[in-house]
């Protein structure tokens, strides 16, 4: 309850002081080769996401219907770039993260991302 009400706030905020859009080396010395967790700001999807230092990314969908798909990324000036094998066709998407509270991302594709230690 506390998580979701906290996510509401995030959503709902205008940017503030604390939170900005990361920066080329920030997504990288923060967000790869690190675990994600990640789910739709409306809550109803979710999964794991792993972007490897070489390019090559990983993603599962874990609700509504399990899924696995594997793709590349980029980085493309500040913005992360996927492309996965089966999900959105295979069309590339560039997104900006911005850091929010709790140690949470959101992303202006409509995700939030937490990191998680591996195996957690």
């Known amino acids: 309850m506390l998580r979701h009400l906290l996510l509401c706030v995030l959503i709902a905020l205008p940017a503030a002081a ?3 859009d990361l920066t080329h080396g920030q997504i990288e010395d923060e967000l ?8 739709e700001a409306e809550g109803w ?3 794991h996401l792993f ?5 090559a ?3 599962t969908v ?6 696995h798909d594997v793709g590349r990324w980029s980085l493309r000036g500040d913005q992360v770039c996927t492309r996965w094998g089966e999900a959105r ?3 590339e998407k560039c997104y900006r993260i911005r850091r929010g509270e709790e ?4 992303t202006t594709g409509g995700n939030v991302f937490e990191i998680r230690e591996l195996g957690v």
Do not use: C, D, K, T
């Open 18 to 20: 604390s939170a900005s």
């Open 45 to 47: 999807r979710h999964g």
């Open 62 to 67: 874990e609700r509504p219907r399990p899924q």
């Open 51 to 55: 972007l490897l230092p070489n390019g």
């Open 103 to 106: 140690g949470l991302f959101v």
């Open 32 to 39: 790869v080769g690190r675990q994600i967790a990640w789910w």
């Open 57 to 59: 990314a990983e993603m």
């Open 89 to 91: 066709s295979g069309l």
